[in-house]
């Protein structure tokens, strides 16, 4: 046994009660302090989360763009995918994006509407248009709708409410072409 048990227990008990904390003015002081720069930081991240699904938006539209060329190369016979099945169907792009429709789920916060009403006219023409999931800030997903077709330009609309279109014509209307 511990032959000195009463001296140690003095001595451990007049140290704990030396030990001061945090007052309650210094840990409010800490909250506020985060909570400050957690009002700064959440508006850039969201910012910059809204940025790269616009951006991951864009690469998907123009991937539709290679993959349609490549099933009018290939199983298409001279003319686009009637829908984005065909195109998984031909294993030219993933399920992730085929299922990216207003019925399935998004793929990084966009959705995308294939119109493949014309693959069977002579020339072949097909148009994608992709828009935000969410379009009302401050939790948008996006703050612009993208639209490509076969010319494989990708335009931009002014904001995520505008959605832009394609005509008979095949003349793009509520969009300017993207300079990248």
Do not use: C, W
């Not at 993208?146 to 209307?173: K, Q």
């Amino acid at each position: 046994m511990f032959p000195y048990k009463g001296v140690f227990q003095r001595e451990v008990t007049t140290a704990m009660k030396k030990q001061k904390g945090f007052s309650l003015i210094e840990l409010l002081i800490v909250v506020v302090i985060i909570g400050i720069i957690a009002a700064i930081a959440l508006p850039n991240y969201l910012a910059a989360r809204r940025s790269a699904n616009e951006a991951s938006s864009v690469s998907a539209l123009r991937t539709l763009h290679g993959a349609n060329a490549g099933y009018r190369a290939t199983v298409g016979n001279g003319q686009f995918a009637p829908d984005l099945a065909a195109l998984n169907t031909a294993n030219l792009i993933d399920s992730t994006l085929a299922n990216a429709t207003v019925g399935g789920g998004p793929k990084n916060g966009y959705f995308y509407t294939y119109d493949g009403t014309g693959v069977t006219n002579t020339p072949s023409v097909f148009s994608v248009i992709s828009e935000p999931s969410i379009k009302a800030p401050p939790l948008a997903t996006g703050s612009r709708q993208f639209i490509i077709s076969e010319e494989g330009v990708v335009y931009a609309s002014p904001n995520a409410t505008t959605a832009p279109s394609i005509d008979a014509a095949r003349v793009v209307t509520n969009a300017a072409p993207l300079n990248n």
